[in-house]
């Protein structure tokens, strides 16, 4: 796994002399798992990580084969089987946990840059985002050290006592717009529960996760516990997800994409958890405090480029405050786009979309809408930058973009875009913003904004949204499950409910009467026929 090592100096506008950040990575990355180590030899294809921001190359990553994938599930298998974390006391796998949350933490600095290098986001935010991350590994740590089993009130003389056992090994499939985050969300609680995974992440964005996988082991979890294995969907994904000893699979995706892998794990009989869609509905109430609400909105648009599964697509405001919210944001959407520039630099608002490809894809479905009218945006960037005169031409840089008007029967109302695109819609009533809110087939994220209590709460129980948020939007805790309703997926991540859908639960049954007692009433066909116990 150890190739050579490139170091990256960074040319970022705004930074102080001496300062400037130097980026360790791997000019070459193989799979990562346990039989990979020894046969670096190995010939397989290639695939190429670009900078999305500036089109450069980064490093070049090795594709798993259909060997690799067997031969991981193989030795993943085995090394549950062999117990050494699958049967460690849970108070070894928490303290394992804390140590690697404090070795993650360590390492948060570079691995923030290493995340903007590879996927264009702003490095304000990659550094706010994996700052957070070893909350997930020190949440599922302190689980295991107060979750309980208990003890069912069963009829008779019996001690039935019920445990979480784990799974076996597990697959999860992760997307490129959080690569880290995301990987570390659903790692956490399957370590927590004593599984072994394997990890396929986005060939789009496998790096951060590859070198996750490192310090993991480092941290100390053993061998063959967590693999990642790089490649595309259609070909490593798919063998991941049908291999007859994954017990599990998890993973974040489009919708079609959930549907696809869902029949195959169903077939399977494993356990599926699928975080797909969003088309997140922000609904604005008049009686708002509207620059709270026009920041709020804001955030939830544009941070990630948009490219978040509850991204703030659908602003929907009430009539009596429509248009000095519109001005009003519009005014911030003016200010984010000039402060766009250079990723690496710390006073970059907003950074590029993940690829030329999906940049197309966006502006394609911008110009195809049949209604609507662009207030802000509209056009790929191609200018310099005027907050540090970046080069926008080299990359994929998409504006915040504002349309108003749009038909419901749109596909830029309906279909999720993963840019940085809103939607602008009028109501009068409550009910109607209700309505406007539901008209969707996901139902992932939704926020409302109000200074009515009341209002808030009864909104609140009518959106077909897996998260509800108050003033406020897109917030996220290991502790808080997240998931959606509708095509937005199936199942939860976070919390005890993630712990729990990575383990099953295990009913031991003690019989504790006398043997005297037990022949007495327990012999089903003996010669008497009163008083025998049946189930």
Not at 134 to 148: G, I, M, N, S, V
Not at 388 to 399: A, I, K, L, V, W
Not at 524 to 531: K, S, T, Y
Request: aromatic share 6%; proline share 6%.
């Amino acid at each position: 796994m150890r190739a050579s090592i490139r170091k990256l100096y960074v040319g970022g506008t705004n930074i102080p002399v001496g300062k400037t950040p130097v980026i360790s990575y791997r000019a070459h990355y193989a799979p990562f798992a346990p039989h990979v180590s020894t046969q670096l030899s190995e010939a397989r294809e290639e695939f190429s990580v670009t900078n999305p921001a500036t089109g450069l190359h980064i490093c070049t990553v090795d594709v798993a084969s259909s060997d690799d994938v067997q031969r991981a599930v193989a030795d993943a298998h085995a090394t549950f089987e062999s117990g050494v974390w699958s049967r460690a006391p849970a108070i070894h796998r928490s303290k394992v946990l804390a140590r690697l949350a404090r070795a993650l933490e360590e390492r948060v600095p570079a691995l923030a840059e290493l995340e903007t290098l590879q996927i264009g986001r702003a490095i304000r935010e990659m550094r706010t985002q994996l700052g957070r991350l070893p909350e997930w590994l020190d949440y599922y740590a302190a689980l295991l050290r107060t979750h309980q089993s208990f003890v069912v009130p069963t009829q008779g003389k019996l001690l039935n006592y019920v445990q979480r056992v784990p799974l076996g090994v597990v697959a999860q499939i992760t997307p490129f717009n959080h690569p880290l985050l995301i990987a570390v969300k659903k790692i956490a609680p399957a370590l927590a529960a004593g599984n072994s995974v394997i990890l396929k992440p986005s060939e789009l964005a496998p790096i951060s996760v590859l070198e996750f996988a490192q310090i993991a082991l480092d941290a100390g979890v053993p061998s063959g516990v967590l693999s990642v294995l790089p490649g595309p969907g259609s070909t490593t994904g798919k063998e991941l997800v049908s291999h007859p000893l994954v017990r599990k699979v998890d993973i974040t995706a489009g919708t079609a994409t959930g549907r696809a892998l869902g029949s195959i794990v169903g077939g399977n009989m494993a356990a599926f958890t699928a975080e797909l869609g969003g088309k997140a509905p922000i609904v604005i109430f008049d009686d708002v405090d509207v620059p709270s609400a026009v920041n709020g909105a804001a955030f939830a648009s544009f941070v990630a480029s948009g490219q978040t599964c509850v991204s703030g697509t659908r602003l929907l405001v009430q009539s009596g405050i429509y248009d000095a919210f519109v001005t009003q944001f519009l005014e911030k959407v003016k200010s984010i786009t000039k402060r766009m520039g250079d990723p690496m630099n710390p006073k970059s608002m907003m950074g590029s979309v993940i690829s030329a490809h999906h940049l197309q894809r966006i502006h394609n479905i911008v110009e195809k809408r049949r209604s609507g009218a662009i207030l802000m945006g509209g056009e790929p960037l191609k200018d310099r930058s005027s907050l540090d005169g970046f080069d926008f031409s080299r990359g994929s840089f998409y504006p915040p973009t504002v349309i108003a008007n749009v038909s419901l029967e749109d596909s830029l109302w309906k279909e999720e875009v993963f840019g940085p695109v809103v939607v602008l819609k009028k109501f009068e009533s409550e009910n109607e913003g209700v309505e406007l809110a539901n008209n969707s087939q996901y139902g992932l994220g939704a926020s409302i904004w109000t200074q009515n209590l009341s209002r808030a709460h009864q909104v609140a129980a009518q959106l077909q949204s897996g998260l509800v948020w108050v003033n406020t939007h897109h917030r996220n805790d290991p502790s808080s499950p997240w998931g959606g309703m509708k095509e937005s997926g199936i199942g939860r991540e976070n919390g005890i409910e993630a712990f729990e859908a990575y383990s099953q639960s295990k009913s031991t049954i003690v019989n504790t009467a006398p043997a005297q007692e037990t022949r007495e009433h327990d012999d089903w066909f003996g010669d008497g026929v009163e008083n025998k116990r049946y189930g």
